[in-house]
């Protein structure tokens, strides 16, 4: 039995989530997967995904990055996206003219992987049903590799949960959770086939509200009037992310394992 070993990081907040990221990949990492992948949505200051953060991530070594509700808040990403064969976009966004794709068929050394992106609907904005695009999307990707990655970006964790179960039943190999920030402590195996996290968490400063500035978080709650949102600034940095061993011949998750580790940045990184 031959097994594909995939490292998941939850959403990446900004610079101090990328350097964390690479500074973790690089000196923190016990065992190298086969195949990274991030939820990149926020990489861009926090908000976005330029094409030069997306191209500085595949350039660290990952085989795929995956959206959210961010993903195209800069108009570079309109521009872009149709050319980035590695990001997965969310599947689910309304409108035709969307660029890029939803799922994508990545290969990693010979072995072929599903990867597809969900939005969640409850307490979100308004997308096309996330439940009709498991129907239609994951047996197609089924049909060419028996190992499929799912990335469900939604407030609810009820909907998360729902969602995962429904994607086990049809076959995924691995569901994670992300856009809320705040890893969850209840990583598990659906129905003898499906690794599951309800939210893998954040990459980016631990004295932060999930990876920003507290004083705005807590002037945004507080006080009249729009306050401007920033990326919290400290080179002590919070790691999220979910190692999901799966058997390849089969796609059936043999375990899943969440990361939580704080690092520290040396001081000639900079994240001004």
């Not at 954040?202 to 978080?217: D, K, Q, R, W």
Request: with cysteine; glycine share 10%.
């Amino acid at each position: 039995m031959s097994t594909f070993e995939i490292l998941f990081f939850g959403d990446v907040v900004g610079k101090p989530g990328r350097e964390g990221v690479y500074y973790f990949l690089e000196h923190h990492l016990k065992r190298k997967p086969d195949m990274l992948i991030a939820n990149a949505e926020n990489i861009t200051h926090g908000a976005g995904t330029s094409e030069k953060h997306y191209q500085d991530m595949i350039g660290h070594g990952f085989h795929a990055l995956t959206g959210g509700n961010h993903t195209f808040d800069r108009k570079e990403s309109f521009e872009y996206m149709n050319t980035a064969e590695r990001m997965v976009r969310p599947a689910n966004i309304a409108g035709r003219q969307i660029p890029g794709r939803g799922s994508r068929i990545v290969d990693v050394n010979g072995v072929k992987v599903g990867i597809l992106n969900v939005l969640g609907q409850v307490y979100m904005a308004n997308y096309n049903s996330p439940w009709e695009v498991l129907d239609e999307e994951l047996p197609q990707l089924l049909n060419v590799t028996p190992i499929v990655f799912l990335d469900i970006h939604a407030e609810a964790t009820a909907e998360k949960g729902a969602l995962a179960r429904y994607a086990s039943q049809l076959g995924a190999s691995a569901v994670v959770g992300t856009h809320t920030h705040v890893q969850t402590n209840d990583a598990r195996i659906l129905h003898d086939r499906t690794g599951f996290i309800t939210d893998a968490g954040m990459n980016g400063t631990y004295e932060s509200v999930i990876g920003m500035e507290p004083l705005a978080a807590q002037k945004r709650m507080t006080e009249l009037g729009w306050v401007k949102m920033e990326v919290a600034k400290s080179p002590q940095i919070q790691i999220n992310a979910v190692r999901f061993v799966i058997e390849a011949e089969s796609g059936q998750c043999l375990s899943v394992e969440p990361v939580f580790e704080i690092i520290q940045l040396p001081e000639h990184i900079s994240l001004g």
